[in-house]
């Protein structure tokens, strides 16, 4: 059996927002995006994701992001990335 990407992004991203709470303007974003156009989706516990970059850091910064959504922007295949859930260090 072939596992479609879009069920498998859509679980993902429902099993985020049950235990984490996204900005508005975030959620917002999300309802507006075309799920069958997600080519990547990257979520961590530990270190997080640059917002201007999308680079990968291990360690915890201030600046840095827990969930990195890659997607079609456009049919000629320009991929955006969306980065949320902000780090918050104790």
Do not use: C, W
């Not at 980065?83 to 104790?90: G, K, N, R, W």
């Amino acid at each position: 059996m072939k596992t479609q990407p879009k069920g498998h992004f859509t679980h993902s991203l429902n099993q985020l927002l049950k235990r984490y709470t996204l900005s508005e303007q975030d959620l917002q974003t999300l309802n507006a995006m075309d799920e069958n156009k997600i080519v990547s989706l990257a979520y961590t516990d530990y270190g997080g994701f640059d917002e201007k970059t999308g680079n990968y850091y291990a360690e915890e910064r201030a600046i840095n992001y827990k969930l990195k959504v890659d997607y079609l922007k456009d049919e000629a295949g320009g991929v955006e990335t969306l980065i949320m859930l902000p780090v918050t260090i104790s």
